[in-house]
C-alpha cells in the first residue's frame, strides 16, 4: 500500500533552517489536500499546516510567520521550509495527505489518509 516517505530532517541550531519534503512511495494519482503534523515524544501530534490543491493554505498560530507550506502537484510533493527554529521545535514531523479512490452511494467522494513514517528534527540551544 502506498505510504508517504519524508525527508530532510536533521540537527540545526536554534536560529537556523531546514526544508522537509514528502512523497508518494509510489506511483499514485494526484492528492488532495496534504498536511503536516508534529509530534514531541509522549505528547499528542500536533498540526502546523495544511495546503489545498489549488494552493490555498492554514496554518498553526505557534508556526504561522516561521513556517511555510508547498505543493509541486505534477511530482506530488509537498514541502515545509522552516525558518528560525527553536528547540522547542524538536520533535518528528509528519506529513499526511488524502488520496481520492472512488465515490460512495451518495456520490461523495471517498479519501485514504496517508501518513509518513516521520522525519525527526532536533533543534539544538
Known amino acids: 500500500q502506498v505510504q508517504l516517505v519524508e525527508s530532510g530532517g536533521g540537527l540545526v541550531e536554534s536560529g537556523g533552517s531546514l526544508r522537509l519534503s514528502c512523497v508518494p512511495s509510489g506511483s499514485i494519482d494526484s492528492i488532495d489536500a496534504m498536511n503536516w503534523y508534529r509530534q514531541v515524544l509522549g505528547k499528542e501530534r500536533e498540526f502546523l499546516a495544511s495546503i489545498s490543491t489549488a494552493g490555498g493554505t492554514r496554518y498553526a498560530d505557534s508556526v504561522k510567520g516561521r513556517f511555510t507550506i508547498s505543493r509541486d502537484n505534477a511530482k506530488n510533493t509537498l514541502y515545509l521550509q522552516m525558518n528560525n527554529l527553536k528547540p522547542e521545535y524538536t520533535a518528528v514531523y509528519y506529513c499526511?495527505?488524502?488520496?481520492?479512490?472512488?465515490?460512495?452511494?451518495?456520490?461523495?467522494?471517498?479519501?485514504?489518509?496517508?501518513w509518513g513514517q516521520g522525519t525527526q528534527v532536533t533543534v539544538s540551544s
Open positions: 499526511n495527505g488524502f488520496l481520492p479512490y472512488g465515490v460512495d452511494s451518495d456520490g461523495r467522494r471517498k479519501y485514504r489518509d496517508l
